[in-house]
């Protein structure tokens, strides 16, 4: 919370066995990861904007999780939350991101021309490709713990830097607050607005403080480039279109990108990076590329096949239901991207999602003639 | 080492000079360490309160109407004892505007010592959620005397239950929206200890929400006992249900006319209640187990949260003073489709509720009346209001089942000033 250290002091006067968490029936990263030893080392330490380590794990403790679902169970509340409690977030890290060690050092890749094809996945069943990512803000905290004036700098800072754009990214900034009936109505036949968190891993750790104030939406007039403000996420930014050609809406990803951070360079104010984890994000899950490239595609029987779990895991890809996480697939047709975020760049996950999805399109193509795909099963990648 | 602390800061006299020391930027400085404190100045250059300020004017609430922007400035860098601030108070409020009709209160206390180190915010708040009622100029009565009652029991025909609640909240501890986990669970161990000492009628046992069985859990149900996490986002966005169901747990006595609730939204909320229309029996009950309950934590050095400005000290500014909801399940059928319902329940003081209690719908023509009032008058003049409302309204509906007219009774005089 931003209201200086909340408490924390205090607490201190009580042992370490009366504060900590009853974890017991808990199935999430931070219950994995918390040990005794590990609260009793961090609990009277704060980031220099006063985030405490109870702030970090608060969501994790509100939200036991599911015996088949690991979340996170934890935030950052700045950029220094993933230095002062490393004790507790590198383990995490590790677990979340398949072995990622903290002397590793993440690669940044957001050069479109290093992807190779991606413009001809098949249409009938690519349906949509989209790439998405987050950004933070150097110099603001993250939403879990802003407060509204910093909320309201970031918003202004934001709509600044995207209302310069011109070209393919010229476009338009909605607030959340003064949008009319129409412009809303639009927003969500296109599919781009975004309402107050009602999921409990966000509203437990104190996402959806004071909304809808300084929240938006902005996009360019052809409505393939979409930024949302002060979600999640300081930024997210979607490039997305209809049809398969993920190396265009990747090169359209790129290029806006790169422009967009120019603009917050010059008034001070860069994305967040570190040489070792990346763009820097609320959720750890979210750290290095914060990229989710996926495509919406028909897989009826790919899907039903006994080895679709297993290929997907091959491939390094994850399917999700056409409502994004957490939703069932409709018709056939599933949200299949990259799983993994930190350790491989930019280019190397669109990569993945590339050649992953060209080769479970021709699968689907076989089963549809009646023929076998066992020999098409890949390796693990 | 903690327990002297706790009885330390436990008594009256050293909460109200940690109050007077605490009230200030000066303690931010005192307790955060230096790198924070630096950053924390900093901060405050760069975001003046302008900057910070909500935006309120879509709310509706008691909180919206309160805070103006120099109120805010005013207040926004002070901290209580326990370092709690003035924007985790309104939280609740910015996060919910409230509706047209319905008044929310929009703002909640983290510990005893918000209602001071905040008196500009929660004083013009406290005037207007309890009509007028000044705690700079005011003294609030308590009067816990059961015998006082008169013609405390209603025809059962109409009244199927009698039910009177109230809050308490233990001195030298954070409130619910504040406090820690250690904190919340020596909430528990004060009031289990203590209830645990009962005896007579009000022998009983405590269930905590995590450990209990399902049979105990069903049995709770059935009893219209449980209580379940806050789902409401006026408790949820006051940070109410944090560490759910850490410390949480349910009291009541062998015969199931007596029940605590702890860490809810207030430490502990006392509820007797019976089916039937014995209210004077109900609030005999009631004052005689909390006034055992508050021997029993007294003998241990603790004591309840009261002040003779606010009376008895809760997380919400609306159920300050007795924190006493007293009320019954009456069947209206006829009086209820009267257009003169609402004017004849206000006149008398009194509120309707569904039979789910706070934001429900009535089921069928059987109605939850209770006092409006909380502040001002004490916890005798509270039930006898009750007692004769009811029965008044048991009279209209009685006159109208023969084709008599009622009348609208005059309005009631508020406290005395």
């Not at chain 1, 040990?35 to 006063?50: A, V």
């Not at chain 2, 004083?123 to 059961?146: C, E, S």
Request: glycine share 8%.
């Amino acid at each position: 919370m931003p209201f200086g250290n909340t408490h924390n002091n205090f607490k201190l006067n009580y042992k370490v066995e009366e504060e900590f968490p009853d974890l017991s029936k808990h199935n999430n990263h931070m219950a994995k990861a918390l040990t005794k030893e590990i609260y009793g080392k961090l609990r009277d330490k704060q980031t220099p904007s006063g985030y405490t380590l109870d702030d970090v794990i608060q969501t994790g403790v509100d939200n036991p999780g599911h015996p088949f679902i690991m979340t996170v169970g934890c935030v950052a509340g700045d950029e220094e939350s993933y230095e002062v409690f490393k004790d507790l977030l590198d383990p995490i890290i590790s677990d979340r991101h398949g072995g990622y060690k903290s002397t590793d050092k993440h690669k940044t890749d957001l050069n479109f021309e290093n992807l190779k094809g991606g413009d001809d996945l098949d249409p009938n069943y690519v349906l949509s490709s989209r790439v998405r990512t987050g950004r933070s803000i150097k110099g603001y905290t993250l939403p879990p713990h802003n407060s509204r004036g910093e909320r309201r700098a970031i918003e202004k800072l934001a709509v600044e830097a995207l209302t310069s754009l011109d070209g393919e990214f010229k476009g338009k900034y909605y607030p959340l607050k003064s949008m009319t009936d129409a412009e809303q109505e639009q927003l969500i036949s296109d599919h781009f607005l975004f309402d107050k968190p009602v999921s409990p891993l966000l509203t437990c750790a104190g996402m959806a403080r004071d909304w809808p104030d300084a929240r938006g939406i902005w996009h360019n007039d052809s409505k393939t480039f979409l930024v949302w403000v002060n979600e999640e996420d300081h930024l997210r930014v979607i490039s997305m279109q209809k049809g398969g050609n993920m190396r265009e809406v990747f090169r359209r990803f790129c290029v806006g990108l790169q422009k967009i951070e120019e603009i917050f360079k010059k008034h001070n104010h860069g994305f967040m990076w570190n040489e070792h984890l990346g763009y820097i994000l609320t959720c750890p899950s979210n750290l290095g590329t914060g990229l989710r490239g996926g495509v919406h595609v028909k897989l009826p029987k790919l899907s039903t096949h006994a080895k679709f779990e297993e290929i997907l895991t091959r491939l390094r890809l994850q399917k999700r239901g056409t409502g994004g996480v957490d939703t069932a697939s409709v018709g056939g047709v599933f949200d299949i991207s990259n799983a993994d975020r930190l350790g491989s760049s930019e280019v190397d996950q669109v990569q993945l999602v590339v050649d992953g999805v060209k080769l479970m399109v021709e699968m689907e193509k076989k089963l549809e003639k009646g023929e076998a795909i066992d020999s098409m099963i890949p390796a693990q990648k | 080492m903690s327990g002297s602390f706790r009885r330390l800061i436990s008594s009256r006299s050293t909460a109200v000079l940690l109050a007077s020391l605490g009230a200030g930027t000066m303690a931010t400085g005192v307790l955060l360490n230096e790198n924070s404190s630096l950053a924390a100045e900093a901060k405050k250059k760069l975001y003046p309160p302008s900057s910070d300020y909500p935006d309120l004017r879509k709310h509706n609430n008691c909180m919206a109407s309160a805070l103006t922007p120099a109120v805010y400035a005013k207040l926004r860098d002070k901290v209580t004892p326990n370092n709690w601030t003035l924007d985790q108070c309104i939280q609740t409020g910015v996060d919910n505007p409230g509706h047209p009709f319905i008044k929310t209160v929009g703002c909640v206390a983290g510990d005893e010592e918000s209602y001071e180190v905040f008196a500009e915010l929660f004083d013009p708040v406290i005037k207007d959620r309890h009509n007028g009622y000044d705690p700079r100029t005011m003294k609030h009565p308590t009067d816990l005397d059961a015998s006082k009652i008169t013609h405390g029991i209603f025809d059962e025909n109409y009244v199927l239950s009698s039910r009177v609640r109230t809050g308490r909240s233990i001195r030298g501890l954070s409130l619910p929206p504040a406090c820690s986990r250690a904190e919340r669970r020596e909430v528990e161990r004060v009031a289990v200890t203590a209830l645990a000492g009962l005896k007579g009628d009000l022998a009983g046992h405590y269930y905590s929400l995590g450990d209990m069985t399902e049979k105990e859990q069903q049995q709770l149900i059935d009893d219209h006992f449980l209580f379940d996490k806050p789902v409401s986002p006026l408790l949820t966005c006051a940070f109410m249900a944090r560490d759910w169901p850490d410390a949480r747990g349910i009291w009541h006595n062998n015969d199931k006319t007596f029940l605590i609730w702890i860490n809810e939204e207030d430490h502990t909320r006392v509820i007797s209640m019976e089916k039937g229309g014995n209210m004077k029996r109900v609030f005999e009950r009631f004052c005689s187990g909390l006034k055992q309950v508050e021997h029993l934590i007294q003998e241990r050095g603790w004591e309840f949260m009261w002040n003779e400005r606010l009376g008895y000290i809760l997380t919400c500014p609306s159920n300050l003073g007795t924190g006493l909801r007293a009320g019954v399940h009456v069947r209206l059928p006829k009086l209820s489709k009267d257009p003169r319902f609402s004017k004849i329940l206000n006149n008398l003081r009194l509120q309707k509720r569904g039979t789910g209690g706070v934001d429900t719908a009535a089921t069928g023509d059987t109605f939850d009346i209770s006092n409006l009032d909380r502040l001002g008058k004490s916890e005798v003049e509270l039930v006898q209001l009750v007692v004769n409302g009811v029965n008044y309204l048991i009279e209209c509906e009685k006159k109208l089942e023969k084709g008599q007219d009622i009348q609208v009774p005059p309005p009631l005089t508020q406290f005395k000033k």
